[in-house]
């Protein structure tokens, strides 16, 4: 890449010149500023002071030492202290010569032979549906491994499904006592729709039985432990580790209930898995790991017989990992699918896309299992994204104000439909095309106004925002690469024109401004996918992937294609919307997000 070349190039100018030694891979490229001329400009500025002459003189003598070393750069001008390098049209035109056609460009092939990376991600609770903070979550993991993926690394997505615990048995404790047997077959109700309701109606008899209580004289804090509701919970949970036959029969019939429930949004939502794991298979390697520490001295037992970890001296407090009753806590599980993760696996990194509200949990986890031994816990790494909220506020899934993901979808699904047929572009689908057109588009919609948000930031998600046809949206993207494939369509059929890969077109004419920028936006692909995995950032991706549209229809709405007189210069630019067509969609596809071939 050109980018790679200037700095090699400018690294052996500051040596010769002036003696200064520069990683050339250190040294920053910029865009140049559209208010001057140039494709990528060099600051100057920090090595001034060492080569002892003034920017303008530096910039000048970098600018020919360069220009004499490498061919493609045509010319150059100083701003100051700012260099700009203009690249000689030949390279653009070359650089599309080669990698039109090339449906992988700027993709790199996966290693599969090499350690895996492993992501984690969803890690739902089998006490509730799924709802719009687990939707980023699934996109933020999805994206985050087919980024990776991209890059050249090997990828293992798996889920851990937290399918036991408190909050589990307060549901199946409360169908038990005001369900009248209702299941999804009797009742029509989508299974984790169904055990959700029943997680709710917990928390609505338990609040009423903490009112009942406080009425009789007890403060609130001791009337919240002493609910006769919560303490039945507890002793069911007792139960579940006690291995209760009956208390077990009725854990694997409502979780069946929601497993069935969440194989159906996942699949709408277009993501999977490589591995499942359970967190009721995990907790008791989990509880072998605690005893180890007890052993090895690194935990202790507190004298009500909880076993806990003295954090202090790393900044933290004191963490419980079993109950005073015997019973597990999350990090206790997570303790032991660690360990059996990395022993499925080997793993090279373990990428837990998690809530910024764990932050402290996965502190606690990695310091643990280093004091246990266990090196590789310096793999361990915490993708922390910002929560989603609506406008009017936070989601609380006890008290049922959640958005659930799969209300959210079909509401997408139904308002992509009702505005692609006020647009009236797809009347000639037939049902079944219209009805996956209108799917595409709520899914990149969706997906898009999530994922264009750096993941560490909190966001604010409007529905109706995120499908509108203009802007930085999915269907923009979407609409655009549909119009490039119609463009291509009618140039097959009316020119007789064949794409393919290095097919050299010399064109006569000078390329215009816009059709530079689009050339650049092609060809800062590579670097932008490797900056994104070390970033684990599809945001970057989803920006780029805006960019590279919006120069796109720059350049289709001030230039004639297919009216073009001059046939070599008519090829060209039809290369040149095959290569944008052939990169929106791998873009997306790292989203996710399929792009449409009509619309």
């Not at 070393?69 to 599309?96: H, M, P, T």
């Not at 999805?142 to 050249?152: F, I, R």
């Not at 009789?216 to 507890?234: C, N, R, S, T, V």
């Not at 059709?515 to 994104?532: C, F, G, S, Y």
């Amino acid at each position: 890449m050109i980018t790679t070349l200037l700095q090699h190039c400018i690294a052996d100018a500051l040596k010769k010149l002036y003696n200064i030694d520069a990683d050339a891979e250190s040294l920053v490229l910029q865009a140049t500023s559209k208010n001057f001329e140039g494709d990528y400009t060099f600051v100057v500025f920090p090595y001034v002071k060492q080569a002892r002459k003034a920017p303008d003189m530096v910039g000048r003598e970098i600018g020919e030492e360069v220009q004499n070393q490498c061919s493609e750069v045509k010319s150059f001008n100083v701003v100051k202290g700012f260099l700009n390098f203009v690249i000689d049209e030949r390279y653009w035109l070359a650089f599309v010569a080669k990698h039109v056609g090339d449906k992988q460009y700027g993709m790199k092939t996966a290693a599969t032979d090499a350690a895996p990376i492993v992501v984690e991600y969803s890690s739902p609770n089998t006490n509730k549906p799924l709802h719009l903070g687990h939707v980023r979550n699934n996109l933020l993991g999805w994206s985050v491994s087919q980024l990776l993926k991209a890059n050249g690394n090997n990828v293992k997505m798996v889920n851990l499904v937290n399918d036991r615990g408190i909050h589990i048995c307060k549901s199946m404790l409360a169908w038990q006592r005001f369900g009248n047997g209702e299941t999804p077959e009797n009742s029509g109700v989508k299974g984790d729709h169904l055990v959700g309701k029943y997680y709710v109606e917990f928390d609505k008899h338990y609040k009423a039985e903490i009112k009942e209580l406080m009425e009789q004289g007890m403060d609130e804090e001791e009337a919240k432990k002493q609910a006769p509701l919560l303490l039945e919970a507890q002793s069911m949970l007792k139960r579940w580790e006690e291995g209760d036959k009956e208390v077990r029969a009725l854990w694997e019939m409502m979780n069946g209930w929601v497993y069935a429930g969440f194989d159906e949004t996942y699949q709408r939502l277009g993501v999977g898995f490589d591995k499942i794991y359970y967190e009721s298979n995990t907790y008791m390697l989990g509880k072998e790991l605690v005893q180890k520490g007890l052993d090895m001295g690194v935990l202790y037992r507190r004298d009500d017989g909880a076993v806990c970890a003295d954090l202090t001296d790393a900044g933290l407090d004191h963490k419980v990992l079993l109950r005073k009753d015997g019973t597990s806590v999350y990090m206790t599980q997570d303790l032991g699918t660690a360990l059996l993760r990395q022993h499925d696996f080997g793993a090279e990194q373990l990428i837990y896309v998690v809530g910024n509200e764990q932050d402290y949990h996965f502190q606690v986890l990695k310091i643990i299992l280093k004091r246990l031994g266990y090196d590789w816990a310096d793999k361990l790494y915490h993708l922390s994204y910002g929560m989603v909220e609506l406008p009017n506020g936070k989601m609380k899934s006890r008290e049922g104000t959640v958005v659930d993901a799969d209300d959210l979808i079909t509401e997408m699904e139904q308002t992509a439909a009702a505005m692609s047929k006020e647009h009236g572009k797809n009347d000639d689908l037939s049902p079944e095309q219209q009805q996956r057109l209108f799917h595409m588009l709520a899914m990149g919609a969706l997906k898009y106004f999530i994922l264009k948000v750096d993941p560490s930031k909190n966001m604010l998600f409007n529905p109706a925002e995120s499908i509108d046809f203009n802007g930085n949206t999915g269907p923009f993207i979407q609409y655009t690469h549909a119009r490039i494939c119609s463009i291509i369509r009618k140039a097959e059929s009316e020119q007789n024109v064949v794409i393919k890969a290095g097919q050299d077109v010399t064109i006569q004419q000078l390329l215009s401004e816009k059709e530079r920028d689009v050339i650049k936006q092609l060809h800062n692909l590579p670097a932008t996918i490797e900056a994104a995995a070390a970033a684990y950032s599809p945001a970057m991706v989803a920006n780029y992937a805006f960019d590279l549209a919006k120069a796109f229809n720059s350049f289709y709405q001030d230039t004639p294609i297919l009216r073009d007189t001059d046939r070599d210069t008519m090829m060209f630019r039809i290369q040149l919307c095959s290569m944008v067509a052939t990169t929106l969609k791998n873009t997306m596809m790292i989203l996710g997000i399929e792009v449409p071939d009509r619309m």
